[in-house]
Nanobody, 126 residues
Framework: QVQLVESGGGLVQAGGSLRLSCAASGLTFSRYVMVWFRQAPGKEREFVQSIKWSGDSTYYADSVMGRFTISRDNAKNTVYLQMNSLKPEDTGVYYC???????????????????WGKGTLVTVSS
């Protein structure tokens, strides 16, 4: 059974940092592209960042470029999201998801993904 478990969310002031983790089990992690999504209150879920199987290529949403960094450790079956210079508009539930396909230079959508975590809440206060 595949499980993706996010952690690291919490309450932080604007300008602060958080590091999210997503631990995967039940799949061959190194064969999956990992993607972070987020959903703000009252809004639709949106793509944040993606990282290729080996970690040698990533893609970012414009809204987080220069502030967020995605990385992965295939030995630990874990993907990370380092979030710096947080803004109140970054508030939301952050989800990690997995797919076997890498789409170069484009955002992922919900229907592209094979597996999802349950999410972790990030709240950025002003």
């Amino acid at each position: 059974q595949v499980q993706l478990v996010e952690s690291g969310g919490g309450l932080v002031q604007a300008g602060g940092s958080l590091r999210l983790s997503c631990a995967a089990s039940g799949l061959t992690f190194s064969r999956y592209v990992m993607v972070w999504f987020r959903q703000a209150p009252g809004k639709e879920r949106e793509f944040v960042q993606s990282i290729k199987w080996s970690g040698d290529s990533t893609y970012y949403a414009d809204s987080v470029m220069g502030r967020f960094t995605i990385s992965r450790d295939n030995a630990k079956n874990t993907v990370y999201l380092q979030m710096n210079s947080l803004k109140p508009e970054d508030t939301g539930v952050y989800y990690c998801a997995a797919t076997t396909y890498w789409y170069d230079g484009r955002r992922y959508g919900g229907t592209d993904m094979d597996y999802w975590g349950k999410g972790t809440l990030v709240t950025v206060s002003s």
